[in-house]
């Protein structure tokens, strides 16, 4: 007598466990796409590259196309799990730290553990249960980790839509979370993608600090604070620097003012609570840990990867818009001579700021 040849899985069936499966996992929600994006996609990418938004990121450039094609990036691809977390951890609140210019500010996803890892974890949990469920199947897990769309396949995939700041927004928890996607060869029905609903509104685009949405839908990376304090190897350009602030690590400044963000929930994941005070640290404390210091509080933090030069180079452009007093004085000649220039260049800079010779 033959075996009676495996039962193919009710695919919409599978959609709906795997969303709820997914929330049990720490996931806000999760929805399903197809593995392609429409051609328009590609050209808005083509665009931005020949513009030299990516500045310095040169693997933007590098990977081109290959972001708006997951099917390329993992062949065999035929649908892809596109999935949100929420980050935005109990704090002090950030407009308070904002307006105390002695204070550092740092983006509120990275007061916690890093969550390259939080999130990878938890995805790759998702895919052994649907492994669990449907036998071996192909797929792998990403999280801002690979040349891929994330925004523009959820969007598609109807978890929320592309705010004009460019960050994925949802009218629960407008852009306050974390994404991830699992690539799969399961054909999994797709969801309806979501209308936009910014409307008229431009608080983004008014708010940015240094005037980095340049038009609605479009970051020119190069004066975006984000950039700036982390993905830019060298020192802050010294025009820009007195518009940072006292932003030293990322910008929340166009979600602090989007209005669908009133609407967000405070995380309960506790990988993402505040560490080590750095919700509302002065710029002066932070300044002088030592090397040792910063690899030990950063450790497992997502700001470790910047390194402790550019770490220090960022706070002294933060100390050179900060008040004038001894404190502030004294903590920037303590780092005078240091050898890199990386960070002795901004130092300088920071003292002329407050009327100090060298």
């Not at 990121?57 to 065999?76: F, K, N, Q, T, W």
């Not at 307006?99 to 890093?114: C, E, H, M, T």
């Not at 004085?329 to 990386?342: K, Q, S, Y």
């Amino acid at each position: 007598m033959t075996e009676n040849p495996p039962q193919k899985p009710d695919y919409p069936e599978l959609s709906r466990q795997i969303k709820a499966w997914a929330r049990e996992a720490g996931f806000a929600d999760a929805r399903v796409t197809r593995a392609a994006l429409p051609p328009e996609a590609e050209q808005r990418l083509e665009a931005w590259l020949a513009a030299g938004h990516h500045g310095e990121m040169d693997y933007m450039a590098r990977h081109g196309a290959l972001r708006v094609r997951p099917a390329e990036l993992v062949p065999g691809t035929l649908s892809v799990i596109s999935l949100r977390m929420n980050y935005w951890p109990g704090s002090e609140p950030a407009e308070r730290v904002l307006a105390d210019p002695s204070r550092a500010y740092l983006s509120r996803y990275a007061l916690g553990r890093d969550y390259h890892k939080v999130l990878r974890n938890r995805l790759q949990k998702l895919a052994e249960r649907i492994e669990g469920a449907v036998g071996s199947f192909g797929y792998r897990v990403f999280t801002d980790s690979a040349p891929l769309a994330e925004v523009a396949l959820a969007s598609q995939a109807g978890l929320g839509w592309r705010g004009k700041h460019t960050l994925l927004l949802t009218k629960r928890q407008g852009s306050l979370f974390f994404l991830g996607e699992i690539l799969t060869d399961l054909p999994l029905p797709p969801d309806e993608a979501e209308d936009g609903h910014c409307g008229r509104c431009t608080r983004c685009l008014d708010v940015c600090p240094t005037g980095a949405i340049v038009e609605p839908y479009t970051v020119d990376a190069r004066r975006c604070i984000s950039y700036l304090t982390i993905e830019l190897k060298g020192a802050i350009p010294e025009p820009l620097r007195p518009l940072i602030g006292n932003r030293v690590y990322g910008c929340d400044d166009c979600q602090l003012f989007c209005p669908w963000n009133r609407f967000g929930a405070l995380t309960a994941e506790a990988d993402f609570a505040v560490r080590h005070g750095l919700d509302c640290a002065s710029l002066v404390e932070l300044f002088d840990w030592s090397a040792d210091e910063f690899r030990e509080r950063m450790a497992g933090s997502p700001i470790y990867r910047i390194g402790y030069h550019k770490w220090l180079s960022n706070l002294a452009v933060g100390l050179g818009n900060s008040p004038t007093t001894p404190e502030v004085v004294a903590a920037l000649r303590r780092r005078l001579d240091f050898p890199d220039e990386l960070v002795a260049e901004p130092v300088r800079w920071a003292l002329a700021r407050h009327g100090q010779s060298c």
